[in-house]
């Protein structure tokens, strides 16, 4: 592990979390912090104002997006975008992990919002951040690219169990290092962790947060890969039963759900 790059925590996170843990945090002081980088600021405002969040007006300023939004909402965008902008990187796969991991947060924060669980601006960050020792490895291994699609496909074997035996270390331990150095919530941090470790449904002593955190990322993942066309999503079939009895979800519903995310993942397309 310790020969992995690990980007530090940027500065602007520093000075927003710093913001955010004041007893009343200031949205012009949020607001300000934010556009002293443009590029965030600009990114912000294009997400701020994106189909996803479906507002008849269209904000025309940081400060603006922060008070449509509100500020958690916005603090999890910027959190978001300031990971693609430490993790910037060319190349199809790289490419494919950031439009997929977008298309998780979108899922998660639906799913948070449908079934009233957990809060969504924790549930957007999660969505971002679940697999994001991912490209870290695939910075450090040449050949990771391919070790993921293998372990993806595995039936049996966890697939994190499958990394460790071909790396010494798996995305879910890089990824929550990552999100400890950055200051992000505990439950985040414990839910990337543990997303392939579906024994933590029958785990009381595991935070039911966190739990929900990986059942709905399921949920997601099962979602995402049949928006892709993929049938066969092996994740799912190792964990989705036990994921939906903890979201005291039915066949049904759990069918319903998947339409609807289908239908969310065509519109914002």
């Known amino acids: ?11 602007l996170l520093i000075d927003l979390q710093r913001e955010l843990a004041r007893p009343c945090p200031s949205p012009r002081a949020i607001a300000h912090i934010i556009t002293n980088d443009v590029g965030i600021a600009g990114a912000l405002l294009k997400l701020a104002n994106s189909p996803f969040y479906g507002r008849a007006r269209k904000a025309s300023s940081v400060e603006q997006g922060i008070n449509f939004l509100g500020i958690n909402t916005c603090s999890a965008l910027v959190t978001g975008l300031l990971a693609r902008q430490a993790l910037d990187g060319d190349g199809a796969a790289l490419a494919n992990f950031w439009e997929v991991s977008a298309k998780r947060a979108q899922a998660l ?12 601006d924790i549930a957007h960050t999660f969505g971002l951040f679940c697999d994001i020792g991912v490209p870290l490895l695939i ?7 391919q070790t993921f699609a293998i372990a993806g496909d595995q039936g049996d074997t966890c697939f994190t169990e499958f990394e460790d035996a071909r790396h010494a270390t798996n995305h879910a331990a890089i990824g929550c290092l990552l999100a400890r150095n950055w200051g992000l919530p505990e439950d985040i941090s414990w839910a990337i962790l543990l997303h392939h470790d579906y024994r933590i449904f029958d785990d009381a002593t ?3 947060a966190i739990r929900t955190l990986v059942a709905l990322a399921l949920l997601a993942e099962k979602a995402i890969q049949r928006y892709y066309g993929d049938s066969v999503v092996p994740e799912w079939d190792k964990g989705g039963a036990p994921a939906c009895r903890h979201l005291g979800l039915s066949e049904d519903d759990c069918a319903d759900l ?5 239908e969310l993942f065509e519109t914002d397309h």
């Not at 592990?1 to 500065?11: E, F, G, H, K, V």
């Not at 449908?114 to 969504?120: D, I, Q, R, S």
């Not at 998947?258 to 289908?262: A, V």
């Open 1 to 11: 592990m310790r020969s992995i790059r690990i980007p530090p925590r940027p500065s």
């Open 109 to 120: 924060v639906f799913l948070t919002r449908k079934l009233h669980v957990g809060a969504p």
């Open 139 to 145: 910075e450090r291994f040449p050949d990771y690219v």
């Open 206 to 208: 595991t935070g039911a």
């Open 258 to 262: 998947l339409d609807e995310l289908h």
